[in-house]
Nanobody, 127 residues
Framework: QVQLVESGGGLVQAGGSLRLSCEASGRTLGNYAMGWFRQAPGKEREFVAAVSWSGRSTDYAPSVKGRFTVSRDNAKNTMYLQMSSLLPEDTAVYYC????????????????????WGQGTQVTVSS
C-alpha cells in the first residue's frame, strides 16, 4: 500500500498560481498511474488531471485544460499540479490518488479506478 501526502495549497487571488505536490511513500511510485481530483463544498468529487505511469501521457478536465499542468518525478516519488490563471470556481479540497497499473501510457478518469488517496489540501481562490 502507498501513503500519499498533498501539500502546496493555500489562499490566492484570482489570476494567481499555485503548485500542489503529492508525495508517495510506502512503495515505489513506478507502478502507479496518478490523478488529481477536487471537491468543492456541497459538490461531488470531480476529476481534475491524470498522469500515466511513465509520465508521457496526461489528461485534463475541460475546465482546467490550458491552465493546469500535471507532471511527476518518479525519482522523488512525487506528482505535481501546476495551477495558473486560477478562478474562484477552482476553490476546493484537492486530492491525489494512485491507480495500480502495468500500462506505461494509460491515464484514468474515474475516481473508482483509484485505490489509494491522500487526505487533501485546501485551495481557496478569492475574487
Amino acid at each position: 500500500q502507498v501513503q500519499l501526502v498533498e501539500s502546496g495549497g493555500g489562499l490566492v487571488q484570482a489570476g494567481g498560481s499555485l503548485r500542489l505536490s503529492c508525495e508517495a511513500s510506502g512503495r515505489t511510485l513506478g507502478n502507479y498511474a496518478m490523478g488529481w481530483f477536487r471537491q468543492a463544498p456541497g459538490k461531488e468529487r470531480e476529476f481534475v488531471a491524470a498522469v500515466s505511469w511513465s509520465g508521457r501521457s496526461t489528461d485534463y478536465a475541460p475546465s482546467v485544460k490550458g491552465r493546469f499542468t500535471v507532471s511527476r518525478d518518479n525519482a522523488k516519488n512525487t506528482m505535481y499540479l501546476q495551477m495558473s490563471s486560477l478562478l474562484p470556481e477552482d476553490t476546493a479540497v484537492y486530492y491525489c490518488a494512485v491507480k495500480y497499473t502495468s500500462s506505461l501510457t494509460r491515464t484514468y478518469y474515474f475516481s473508482y479506478d483509484y485505490s489509494d488517496w491522500g487526505q487533501g489540501t485546501q485551495v481557496t481562490v478569492s475574487s
